[in-house]
């Protein structure tokens, strides 16, 4: 991995995954800030990687993605104490719970957890990402997409008919054909921005273990086999590789290069036909800012106010 010296990233999730994330990426002199929702979690995972990297530049900031509210608070924050934002990861999910969850603002759970909330976050960070160096947006999609995912826009939240897997490849195949539009946009305004789509392919994490539960068949299935599903730290690795590599370009999706992308090392990724499809990509942009009420063309122009001696509880974490 190359020196991230002198980067300032945001990872969001506290565990698997995104402790795996930041943990590489302190190690590497980043700037670190864990965003999660909770603050007991944040704080263990911010002092797990200063005992591992003595020298670690780590913080935690509590943002509850299923609140846009909250989103919307810890862009604020970020803005009037941050110069700029050089790697914005988008990784934290919930999967699969077994009955029907809504966020604060009366979206399907999955959907406004997974895509939304990181959709309007990565709208208020827009003014620090453009004044980034070599600014990149790493946002997680999953191997579910290959399973007939679509954009149900006829039931968006899951209000007619709840089906877990359906409703979880909806939410990661909305994040996927972000991260595509991203770029897509960024090029056709002038933003500068690099946007990148990752998966871990089957990986050690406890996704499974929160959301349906320790005791349910997929719970269970993670703890009985769990040799199948390779470790954290390995399914980190494709996110690692698209926020840190030279060689990761924008607009590519990345993921394990062995046994049907489900382990391995970071390669490109085949792109399922449904994220590929422009229009719904764009239609799913529109009805994206109206629902989190974010305006990307406006956060484009948003000036970056500095508070002197903020404080933030990244320094008090």
């Given at each position: 991995m190359p020196s991230q010296s002198g980067r300032t990233i945001v990872v969001t999730g506290t565990g698997g995954l995104g402790f795996q994330d930041a943990l590489a990426l302190a190690r590497a002199g980043g700037d670190v800030i864990i965003a999660g929702r909770n603050p007991r979690k944040g704080n263990e995972a911010v002092a797990r990687i200063r005992q591992s990297v003595r020298q670690a530049s780590v913080n935690f900031e509590p943002v509850d993605l299923a609140d846009l509210a909250s989103v919307a608070a810890f862009g604020q924050r970020l803005r009037e104490s941050r110069e700029r934002i050089d790697t914005l990861i988008n990784n934290a999910a919930v999967m699969t719970p077994p009955q029907r969850q809504t966020t604060a603002d009366g979206f399907e759970l999955q959907f406004g957890t997974n895509y939304l909330g990181h959709f309007a976050l990565s709208a208020h960070l827009l003014p620090l990402l453009r004044r980034g160096r070599d600014p990149r947006v790493v946002t997680l999609s999953s191997i579910a997409v290959r399973r007939d995912a679509a954009i149900n826009f006829d039931d968006l939240h899951a209000e007619k008919a709840y089906q877990p897997m359906p409703v979880y490849a909806q939410s990661k195949l909305?994040?996927?054909?972000?991260?595509?539009?991203?770029?897509?946009?960024?090029?056709?305004?002038?933003?500068?921005?690099?946007?990148?789509?990752?998966?871990?392919?089957?990986?050690?994490?406890?996704?499974?273990?929160?959301?349906?539960?320790?005791?349910?068949?997929?719970?269970?299935?993670?703890?009985?086999?769990?040799?199948?599903?390779?470790?954290?730290?390995?399914?980190?690795?494709?996110?690692?590789?698209?926020?840190?590599?030279?060689?990761?370009?924008?607009?590519?999706?990345?993921?394990?290069?062995?046994?049907?992308?489900?382990?391995?090392?970071?390669?490109?990724?085949?792109?399922?036909?449904?994220?590929?499809?422009?229009?719904?990509?764009?239609?799913?942009?529109?009805?994206?800012?109206?629902?989190?009420?974010?305006?990307?063309?406006?956060?484009?122009?948003?000036?970056?106010?500095?508070?002197?001696?903020?404080?933030?509880?990244?320094?008090?974490?």
């Open positions: 909305a994040c996927l054909m972000f991260a595509l539009e991203l770029q897509r946009r960024s090029d056709e305004a002038g933003w500068g921005l690099t946007s990148i789509a990752a998966h871990p392919g089957i990986s050690r994490t406890d996704l499974l273990h929160n959301a349906p539960g320790r005791y349910s068949a997929q719970g269970l299935l993670r703890s009985v086999l769990w040799f199948l599903f390779q470790p954290a730290a390995q399914g980190a690795l494709p996110t690692l590789f698209a926020a840190t590599s030279p060689d990761a370009r924008g607009g590519r999706y990345y993921g394990p290069d062995r046994l049907s992308e489900t382990r391995g090392y970071p390669s490109e990724a085949a792109i399922p036909a449904p994220a590929l499809e422009v229009h719904v990509a764009r239609r799913l942009w529109d009805v994206s800012e109206n629902l989190a009420d974010v305006d990307f063309g406006v956060a484009a122009t948003t000036p970056v106010r500095i508070i002197p001696n903020w404080p933030s509880s990244v320094r008090e974490a």
